[in-house]
């Protein structure tokens, strides 16, 4: 039976459902989808060729479409969305409708066991042979980033400027706090 306006509604639920109930059937049945507002720090990305699959503070799910799906997102940045929840999913097809911004924490501020971004200059290099450790230093403080390629020590200078998304801070043997650059971890150089 396909049902067509209010009055095929309410003859057909009777008093089953409430008002709320009846006005979103009439919605769905119009064709109409529910416009969605959500902001979080993205967890996840999932892409394939047409779209991008995001994870928000391991609950919201939403989906990148179209020109949407072509700006540049990763873990770590935050995220307000304004889509049509579809399947548990809210779909945004217009770029007007993302906004991405990345807050950076300061060294003073880090927490263990916390994802965090982190913005500096390098101001030392670590071990020649190990390749894998830079200091960075903000106003605030000064933190040990052990970094899981040696492409970025390759390159890196002290006093360039750098920005690190989604690192792991950990505490060290030594109780002093450092930063893991992981698969999951992007680094980008600023001025």
Known sequence: MKLKDSFDLLEHFGNLIDDETREILKKYLKGERELKDAKGKIERVYENSETKTLLLDSKIKVVLLGEAAKIEVFEGLDVSVRGFLSEGKIEVKNVKDLEITANFTPISQLVS?????LRGRVSGLGDVDFAREIYLSDKTGRIKVL??????????????????FNCLIKVNKKGELEAHVDKKSKVRFCE
């Open 113 to 117: 066991g916390k994802r965090s971004n």
């Open 147 to 164: 970094l899981m390629e040696k492409k970025v020590y390759d390159v890196v200078d002290i006093g360039d400027c750098v920005e690190i």
